[in-house]
């Protein structure tokens, strides 16, 4: 290790095969003109990093190894570009993960986060599961100094289940959350900030039943035991809900929630289905005019302000929904609590000597 280099501990996707790997790596403090050097104080564990993980069929299509993963993270800046002047060392930081160009023509006209040319830290650039990252400055989010950094390391995902529940007006109006993995758990929890009269959630998994009735839903639905288009009705006195937040990306959560969703109402789908969808286009969406609504990410950097307003003010119940805090060394653990699906979000907190075989 030189002065122009600093050392650390990183987790690396190195082989074309399932698991990370462990690595002492050094990581250059020399900065573009334009960029921040971060020391991380936690991460979080995310669904794309299980793909990346298990190496699947999109990771295999995606990724370029060897790359250091993760993106998920708050830290403390400890190093900025000769051209950076919106944030300063010292800052207590997370990321929004979508490096936008700025020059497209949706980054032009405000809606970065659907811009053309995105770059993922952790999927494209190396990203966070390591002592220090390296980022653009312009994605560098500033926190409240006296936050929790335990939740601002799931600000990211938070932004996503944000940016789906409050797309349409969910006040006081029946909402619907499909899908309680930890993204839908933090929309169960956005939905009842934001003030929602009754909050439905559909769930398979036991024990993610359990933390969105403790989160605030007031109806759960187990889709294996229940017909859930019937009970969603019953709730509803025949109406169906207002506001369907889709977080699960299964084909039949999806199709069903499209037979209970009330005439006018909203759909925000963020959940990816690996199988395609079959609608009955005329009567479920055209003769009940409904709106349907794709979510990409956060709004850069609207959601984020929203999200800040929420941690600050206390309004959600984040150490419900991060369930586990474990050591950075220990992500083969992470990996295996998250695909039992017995878990909210995993926190990694990387530690400050260098690891050793």
Same mark, same amino acid.
Request: with cysteine.
């Given at each position: 290790m030189t002065k122009d280099t600093l050392s650390m501990t990183a987790i690396v996707k190195d082989?074309? &095969?399932? @698991?990370?790997?462990?690595?002492?790596?050094?990581?250059?403090t020399t900065l573009e003109p334009q960029e921040d050097l971060i020391k991380i104080k936690t991460a979080s564990f995310c669904g794309t990093d299980v793909h990346i993980y298990d190496y699947d069929a999109w990771a295999k299509k995606r990724l370029s190894l060897p790359l250091t993963v993760g993106h998920e993270f708050s830290g403390e800046i400890i190093k900025v570009g000769?051209?950076?002047?919106?944030?300063?060392?010292?800052?207590?930081?997370?990321?929004?993960?979508?490096?936008?160009? @700025?020059?497209?023509? $949706?980054?032009?006209?405000?809606?970065?986060?659907?811009?053309?040319?995105?770059?993922?830290?952790?999927?494209?650039?190396?990203?966070c599961f390591a002592g220090y990252v390296k980022i653009p400055a312009a994605n560098c989010f500033v926190n409240s100094k006296d936050a929790n950094p335990?939740?601002?390391?799931?600000?990211?995902?938070?932004?996503?289940? !944000?940016?789906?529940?409050?797309?349409?007006d969910i006040k006081q109006k029946t909402v619907a959350v499909v899908g309680c993995g930890p993204l839908g758990l933090m929309g169960v929890d956005v939905a009842r900030a934001y003030g929602a009269?009754?909050?439905?959630?559909?769930?398979?998994? @036991?024990?993610?039943?359990?933390?969105?009735?403790?989160?605030?839903?007031?109806?759960?639905?187990?889709?294996?035991?229940?017909? !859930?288009?019937?009970?969603?009705?019953?709730?509803?006195? &025949?109406?169906?809900?207002?506001?369907?937040?889709? $977080?699960?990306?299964?084909?039949?959560?999806?199709? &069903?929630?499209?037979?209970?969703?009330?005439?006018?109402?909203?759909?925000?789908?963020?959940?990816?289905?690996?199988?395609?969808?079959?609608?009955?286009?005329?009567?479920?969406?055209? $003769?009940?005019?409904?709106?349907i609504y794709g979510v990409?990410?956060?709004?850069?950097?609207?959601?984020?302000?929203?999200?800040?307003?929420?941690?600050?003010?206390?309004?959600l119940n984040l150490d419900k929904i991060i369930t586990h805090q474990l050591k950075l060394k220990d992500i083969d653990?992470?990996?295996?609590?998250?695909k039992s699906g017995n878990s909210g979000k995993i926190v990694l907190i990387p530690e400050d000597d260098d690891y050793e075989a």
């Open positions: 082989q074309p &095969q399932s @698991g990370f790997t462990i690595k002492k790596k050094t990581i250059s000769r051209d950076v002047n919106r944030v300063s060392v010292g800052d207590v930081v997370s990321a929004e993960t979508h490096i936008i160009c @700025g020059t497209c023509e $949706f980054c032009l006209r405000g809606e970065g986060h659907i811009c053309e040319n995105t770059e993922i830290i952790g999927v494209d650039t190396d990203g335990l939740h601002l390391s799931v600000q990211e995902p938070l932004g996503n289940a !944000v940016h789906t529940m409050t797309h349409f009269k009754k909050i439905i959630a559909i769930e398979i998994n @036991g024990y993610r039943r359990e933390l969105a009735k403790e989160l605030g839903a007031h109806v759960i639905i187990n889709p294996l035991e229940e017909d !859930v288009i019937k009970r969603v009705l019953e709730e509803t006195d &025949q109406r169906g809900v207002d506001v369907v937040g889709e $977080f699960s990306g299964n084909k039949t959560a999806i199709e &069903q929630s499209f037979k209970y969703i009330k005439p006018g109402g909203g759909m925000s789908l963020l959940g990816i289905p690996a199988e395609d969808i079959t609608l009955d286009l005329a009567n479920d969406i055209v $003769f009940k005019g409904i709106e990409v990410g956060r709004k850069i950097y609207d959601t984020w302000y929203e999200v800040k307003t929420l941690i600050d003010n206390n309004q653990e992470a990996a295996k609590i998250m």
